[in-house]
């Protein structure tokens, strides 16, 4: 499920860092997300199970918080119409776009350490002891 990062690699090299910064703060305000009031990983697709294993395990205010922005974000009426963006492409109001600060992996960590598990699972699983 995760993709192959670079983080570590970009990190390690002052420079590159320096260059990629803007660069990324760029690419994560143009995709919109955050004009939506959302955070990255409310992106990411619940089709998978490894996704659905780990919503189950994550916190229960982190839950509620993430079904809310995911609702605030797509829900339309008259009654939320000043506190959520509608599917007429309205956004929120700046003060409630979500910060640089505040979007912060909370739900990819925890796919990465399912999927360590299932790697960890299989290879026990397929264990073969030689006699000698």
Known sequence: MSAPSFTSFIVKRPWLKNFMTPLSNWYCN????????????????????????????????????RVFRLRRAFQVGPTYANISASLAHQLLPKEQHTKPEEDYPYLSPIIREIEAEAKERSDLESLSIKRK
């Open 30 to 65: 143009a995709a919109g997300y955050r004009k939506l009031g959302l955070r990255a990983d409310d992106l990411i697709s619940e089709e998978d199970e490894t996704v659905l294993l780990a919503l189950k395990r994550l916190p229960e205010k982190e839950a509620y918080d």
